[in-house]
Every structure is written in C-alpha cells, then in structure tokens.
C-alpha cells in the first residue's frame, strides 16, 4: 500500500499519485538486515550493526528523496593502507530531481566528497583524494602526512592527484573505502577478483564482491544517480546510441599525455611545474596527466563528462547516462564515472529534510518475473570441486536470493543468502562426501538447480 506525508510536518496528507520511473523504482531497499565488514586476517565478516541499502524511497512530481544509512550488502574492507576510519551510519536523506536538465552554460566541475549515490546508498567520490602538488614547496600537499595546501581544502591546485592508483593499498576488494567514516567508490563497484587482469589480491582472504559483476554479453544496470540527476550505469550499453549494434564496452575519452617532465597540463595548458614524471609521480599520478580526445563517428565512446545521451533499457525514450568506465582488462578507467565536470544543472543532493508532499514507493511488491529470474546469469565454479565452490550471479541482483546446497537425498546441507546488491556465495565442501550434490538458487516465487559434483 502507497502512504502519502508530508515529512517536514509529519502530517498526514490527502493522496496524490505520480507517475514512477527508474529513479524511483531502481533503489535497492532494505530495512531488517544489517550489513558487515572485515577485521584484518579475519576471513569472517562481522555484524557492523547497520542497516544496509536504502531505507526509503519517496517522490513528488518533481524530486525523489532517499534515506540510506550508506553502508552495502557486500562487506567492506578491510583497508590496508593505515585508513583508520571504518563504514559509518551516514542517516543521510538525498534529493534528486526526476527532470534532469544539461547546464546550459559553462559546465560544474565535480567536487572532493560526493557526487553522486549508488542505489544501494553508497556514496560516489570522483578521481580525486584531497591530494596534490605544491610548486612552492616541491611537494605533496593535502591529505594525510602532508601539509595543506595553500587555499585549504578542496583549493584548485594545478596538479591533483587520482585516487585510483595512488589509494589502490586502501581499498577493499569491492574498491571501496571510507573517509571519516563515508564509504564510498571512487570508480566502477565491480570486485577485483572478478577482473580479467586482477591488480589487487585483497579478495584472495576476503569474499570477491560488490555491488554487480560485469556481463559483457549484456547491457549493464543502472547502479546509480549524479548530482545532477542523471543516471549511472555500468560498464557495457548499446554499441550504438539509438539501441541498437549490440553490446560493447564504453570506452572513456580521456588518454593519457605523452611528456616526462610536468611543465604543462596534458591539454596544453602552461601551469606551475609538477613533479617530472618518474616511477612515483608515473603518467596517471595526477588526474591533469589526462586530456580529452574526441571519437567522431564512434558512439560507444564517451563525452568530457564520461556519458552520452543514448536509449537504455531503462529509458527506452532515451536519457543522457554516464558509464562507469573501465579498460579491455576491466581494470578502471580514468575518469571513472563522473567528471571531471557535470553534464546536467548540478545540486548538492544531501539534504536534512522533506518539505513537499511525497509518496513513499513500496518497494515490497516488486518481483523478479520468471522470465528475468530464468535468465540470471548464474556462475558456479570450479565444477567439480574439493574444496570451496563458489556461486556468483552477474549483472545486478535487485532482490534476496537463497542459495541452497542439497545432496542426493534431496536434504539441505548448507544454506547462503545473496541479497540485493551482492554478488556471490561459498561453500566449503571439504568435509563432505564424494559425490553429486544439488546447488538450488530461489527467491520466493522461482527456483532453479544446478547440478555439482564433489570429489
């Protein structure tokens, strides 16, 4: 049932009905189950004690507001580079416009902090990490361990340093990590593990999840909303803009220049001098390594901002949609998601309170078809096994699933869940007896079996 409040008031109010689309309908919802994380050597995720995904949902005819404590499904950290912060309740309320617009004049560039959220609440930064040069000093500025930089904090400095590489120590195998205590990505929330060309082993110890993992036979989901309203999505769409083509990567704009000593941005532009490029300050320490290069005539490459406006299966009518962008290895690409500008009219989403009238989207009624739930892509592996099996489901998983492991007499041995916005299950079967064994995946409508063998 559909309540309608006005939450500034807390007054009861008479109903109104407003049209639902994706940036309603796509937020992952929970309100029962607390999310985990990982100490240091310890495989075992433990209870964090916080709500997990989004907490509600409302919308008015204009705006979508949503109450998420920030933390994920997926575990998070551990984070090995010293961060002392952990995944903290955010009890945020964000706001988004449900009619996004492109800035009409010079375009806003992305902020340190939030730029966007993921629909499971997590929050998205962008390349940067508070980091940077000063030509005065010749020396790393921001951050912790350095001096601040002239201007302080989130000051325009020539040569910003990129996250990606330079925190790589730091996040968890999600490529994840908090900053006083908001847990955020920086980049596309797909486990390293699941990588072609795997650069971090922090999920050897710890589970390889995040909030999707990537299908390259099949457009990607939509994972989130920039401040601007616009949504995010994975990273594979349509090869063409009008729906058609096939599937393909989208492929970022932005390549790297060619110097070895940073007396201009790689644009050209003339700056203070940077450090010269060597094994520490390497092509792709700072993000002014990187300049635009335009692909006329190639759609499945991005704009400045790192999107296009294109048909996806979520806006059939079309939508301007960034694309979290990652190489041929599907290691991350620069700028990673959003930026390094906005390409719609930007507004600080995180809001204290409701002031309109809204609706609350009841979230409890929406269902995997039997159609969508055939056609989850379901990995086992290894098959046969002797030790630990693995189940991961690619793509996104909108709803709870349990997973099952059953023997020939049809009893259940062992049971795992994968909720809405994970991506995976183990078993340990190394005490088990050799033999065929059932892997039995259902929500609460459907299921589906699958059958392993154990050696």
Not at 190 to 208: E, G, H, M, P, R
Not at 235 to 246: H, I, L, M, R
Not at 378 to 389: A, G
Request: proline share 6%.
């Amino acid at each position: 049932m559909k309540s309608i409040i006005l939450l500034a008031l807390g007054t009861l109010v008479s109903a109104h009905s407003f049209a639902q689309g994706p940036e309603i309908t796509s937020w992952l919802q929970n309100t029962t189950n607390n999310g985990t994380y990982y100490v240091s050597g310890n495989s075992t995720a433990l209870d964090n004690g916080i709500l997990y995904n989004c907490q509600e949902v409302s919308y008015s005819a204009n705006n979508v507001y949503v109450k998420t404590k920030g933390v994920p499904a997926y575990p998070t950290g551990p984070f090995l580079d010293g961060n002392p912060s952990v995944a903290e309740d955010q009890d945020a309320i964000f706001q988004f416009t449900r009619n996004p617009q492109e800035e009409a004049g010079v375009k806003t560039p992305t902020t340190a902090g939030r730029i966007g959220v993921f629909i499971n609440g997590a929050a998205l930064f962008d390349y940067r990490d508070g980091v940077a040069w000063n030509p005065t000093t010749n020396s790393p500025c921001g951050g912790p361990g350095n001096p601040p930089c002239p201007g302080g904090p989130g000051a325009n400095m020539d040569w910003n340093r990129d996250a990606i590489p330079a925190e790589m120590d730091g996040f968890d195998c999600s490529k994840g990590h908090p900053a006083m205590g908001t847990y955020h990505h920086h980049q596309n929330p797909s486990a390293f593990k699941l990588d072609q060309n795997v650069l971090s082993t922090i999920c050897n110890l710890y589970d390889a999840d995040g909030l999707y993992a990537i299908d390259a036979a099949n457009h990607s989901p939509l994972i989130g909303f920039a401040y601007d309203g616009f949504p995010i999505y994975g990273a594979y769409g349509f090869a063409n803009q009008d729906g058609t083509g096939g599937i393909t990567r989208m492929k970022s704009g932005y390549e790297l220049g060619n110097y070895s000593a940073r007396t201009h941005n790689a644009d050209g532009t003339d700056v203070d001098d940077g450090p010269n490029v060597d094994a520490t300050y390497f092509l792709g320490y700072f993000r002014e390594d990187y300049t635009f290069v335009a692909h006329p005539g190639q759609e499945d490459y991005l704009d400045e901002h790192n999107g296009r406006w294109c048909i996806t299966p979520d806006y059939p009518m079309g939508t301007y949609a960034y694309f979290c962008t990652v190489d041929s290895d599907w290691n991350s690409a620069y700028p990673y998601a959003v930026g390094p500008t906005f390409y719609g009219v930007y507004n600080n989403a995180l809001t204290t309170n409701i002031t309109e009238t809204v609706e609350i989207y009841d979230s409890s009624s929406a269902s995997l078809s039997e159609e969508e739930f055939n056609n989850l892509n379901v990995k086992i592996y290894p098959n046969p096994i002797s030790d630990l099996i693995a189940i991961q489901i690619s793509g996104l998983v909108k709803e709870n699933l349990t997973v099952d492991l059953i023997d020939f007499t049809g009893k259940v041995v062992e049971n795992h869940h994968i909720n809405a916005g994970q991506t995976i299950a183990y078993f340990d079967v190394s005490t088990l007896y050799v033999g065929n064994y059932f892997i039995r995946i259902s929500n609460r409508d459907f299921q589906v079996v699958r059958k392993v063998l154990v050696k």
